[in-house]
């Protein structure tokens, strides 16, 4: 009998990436979809067949994070192994913009979930995506032990989440544990992070049809990683016997200003030709320096980033490079994004 994945968020940019993961090692997955006023499965169309097709082993279903009725309803009808919980309004920025909103889907959604296992009377282990933001203002590095101050909404909503989770595997004996990662990257990154509007800018202005890069506080220390390796360490965090909480990170850190003249180099232009500071993307309250000790991780899961920074920004700009080069000539767009 092949194992069942639940994942939320499976349209997101780890979403997809996981649900490849699990399907590769013989999965049956179902992920849960909100409705949206235009397409929102472009990560998952690559790998999603026609429910009726024998051979379908990927399953997409509506549902939100808050609303409980439907999240009892998919746990009671696909009683799924491992239930992965990666939907969140996820950015950082614009959680001091919808604060009620992300508490909402990002801290009380996860209790919504885990609430919902455990009246469906499944029996599944659950992943929470915590995150390294919940750290904040607190000097790295930064490792499980290393008290929580987050500095956005969005970190607050996660400290709920995450203590939500202990919560739950404390007072009922439920397999939950909290990957606490820290950023990860790929050219499925949303257009509007920092890494991604870096190399999308980057292919735009070479090809001539962008002039200006207008960007925030280019002093963020960030420990980047690779997403396809992080969800490799999402399904590694549900294999131990016991429950968990872990880091994952890479251990190497840089500031936004050195993955902007990465990325520009990369093409062989000079960044500071085009690169412009607009405060308007500055942040009510900062996140200085994040850089993980992913020890725990690497002694007790086995999990080791293999991608690092140089090669991320080269796989990154040069999969925008494509992705620009296949729209201007009309070719249908298969780029891994
Ligand atoms: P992402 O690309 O922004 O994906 C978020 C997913 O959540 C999308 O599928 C989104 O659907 C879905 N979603 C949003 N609101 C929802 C709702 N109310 N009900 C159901 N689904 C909803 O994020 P990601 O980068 O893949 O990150 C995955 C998870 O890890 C998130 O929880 C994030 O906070 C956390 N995390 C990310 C990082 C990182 O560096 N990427 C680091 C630490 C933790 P649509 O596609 O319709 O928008
Ligand atoms: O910002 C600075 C910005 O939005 C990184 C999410 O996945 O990782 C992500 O959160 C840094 C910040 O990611 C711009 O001020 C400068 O210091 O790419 P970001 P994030 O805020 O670190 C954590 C771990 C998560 O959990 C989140 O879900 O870059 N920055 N100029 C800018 N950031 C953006 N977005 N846009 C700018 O123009």
């Not at 992080?230 to 850190?253: F, I, K, N, S």
């Not at 520009?264 to 200085?288: M, N, S």
Request: aromatic residues 10%; negative net charge.
């Amino acid at each position: 009998m092949s194992a069942t994945a639940l994942i939320t968020g499976i349209t997101g940019q780890d979403g997809s990436y996981l649900a490849e993961f699990l399907l590769a090692r013989g999965y049956t997955v179902h992920g849960l979809k909100r409705r949206s006023s235009s397409f929102n499965t472009d990560r998952v169309d690559r790998i999603d067949v026609h429910p009726r097709d024998p051979d379908a082993r990927l399953f997409l279903h509506y549902g939100d994070l808050t609303d409980t009725g439907s999240l009892v309803r998919l746990l009671r009808r696909t009683e799924p192994d491992e239930v992965y919980n990666l939907a969140a309004q996820s950015h950082v920025r614009v959680s001091f913009d919808t604060p009620g909103h992300t508490a909402e889907v990002t801290g009380l959604g996860a209790q919504r979930l885990l609430e919902a296992v455990r009246v469906a009377g499944v029996s599944s282990r659950i992943y929470q995506a915590s995150s390294s933001e919940m750290f904040g203002a607190a000097p790295p590095p930064q490792h499980e032990g290393t008290p929580f101050h987050p500095r956005s909404p969005y970190g607050c909503a996660k400290v709920f989440a995450y203590w939500t989770a202990v919560n739950y595997r404390e007072a009922w004996d439920m397999y939950v544990s909290n990957g606490i990662l820290f950023n990860h990257e790929s050219p499925r990154r949303g257009e509007n992070f920092v890494t991604r509007k870096i190399t999308r800018a980057v292919a735009r202005i070479e090809a001539g049809i962008q002039d200006e890069l207008f960007l925030g506080n280019l002093d963020a220390v960030r420990d980047w990683g690779y997403a396809p390796e992080y969800v490799a360490a999402m399904w590694l965090t549900l294999q131990p016997e016991r429950p968990d909480d872990y880091v994952v990170a890479t251990g190497e850190a840089h500031t936004v200003r050195e993955f902007v003249a990465a990325a520009f180099d990369h093409v062989g232009l000079d960044w500071q030709r085009y690169v412009r500071v607009d405060p308007r993307y500055y942040r009510p309250a900062e996140v200085d320096v994040l850089i993980g000790d992913a020890g725990k991780a690497r002694r007790q899961l086995g999990w080791q980033p293999k991608t690092l920074f140089t090669d991320l920004v080269r796989i990154m700009v040069d999969a925008d490079r494509q992705l620009l080069d296949d729209e201007r000539c009309g070719r249908l767009v298969r780029i891994d994004r």
